[in-house]
């Protein structure tokens, strides 16, 4: 069974970066598929951030993606996310995702990470 | 910037029948959007209930199905129940590798 699961700080202060890792478990990333991230914040709706593969397809959010670095660590099968010069605004709930090529259908998400961005 | 339509809010009687619709403010929705319909329970992750517009996911009940309607895709809920109260969002597939959620329909069965 795939499982995935989020890691990394609640708390990020503004300006800085929100780093976050994604464990995966049940699958090797280098497999095939893409992987990534999609965020939430509280009481809105979903919002897809980017999605990479392991062959070097990458594509991102129009509105992020100045900001956003999503990398693959094959060898431990763990998927990153870094955010950079957070604002309130990204304070999220944070899922991991695995995303299907044919059909883009994100098929298995992690449970989700709350970041809040704070001083 | 296209956005993705969904009504904000719906209501159904218990045993009714819902369609909650996923539009584009742009452009119609086709087959080639790979329209998915994500259902969620706050604070948990979206399950999958339908993708590729009529494909129903593994272990989801047949009351649940997807369509296109006219220029936008459509997800229909029959003999509604409670436990159907929650969050509808729909997904869909622009092109370039971009994919872009609705707003999320709150339905309640009352």
């Known amino acids: 069974q795939v499982h995935l699961q989020e890691s990394g700080p609640g708390l990020v202060e503004p300006s800085e970066t929100l780093s976050l890792t994604c464990s995966v478990s049940g699958f090797s990333i280098s497999s095939a598929f893409f992987w990534g991230w999609v965020r939430q914040p509280p009481g809105k709706g979903l919002q897809w951030i980017g999605s990479?593969?392991?062959?070097?397809?990458?594509y991102f959010s129009p509105s992020l993606k100045s900001r956003v670095t999503i990398s693959l660590d094959t060898p431990y099968d763990q998927v990153s996310l870094e955010l950079t010069s957070v604002t309130a605004a990204d304070t999220a709930l944070y899922f991991c995702v695995r995303q299907r090529g044919g059909n883009h259908l994100f098929d298995y998400w992690g449970q989700g990470t709350l970041v809040t961005v704070s001083s | 910037q296209t956005v993705v339509t969904q009504e904000p809010s719906f209501s159904v009687s218990p045993g009714g029948t819902v369609t909650l619709t996923c539009g584009l403010t742009?452009?119609?929705?086709?087959?080639?959007?790979?329209p998915t319909w994500y259902q969620q329970t706050p604070g948990q992750a979206p399950r999958t209930l339908i993708y590729s517009t009529d494909t129903r996911s593994s272990g989801v009940p047949d009351r649940f199905s997807g369509s296109i309607v006219g220029d936008k895709a459509a997800l229909t809920i029959t003999g509604a129940q409670a436990d159907d109260e929650c969050d509808y969002y729909c997904l869909l597939y622009m092109g370039r590798g971009i994919s872009v959620f609705g707003g999320g329909t709150k339905l309640t069965v009352l």
């Open positions: 990479v593969s392991h062959s070097g397809g990458s």
């Open positions: 742009s452009a119609s929705v086709s087959i080639y959007n790979y």
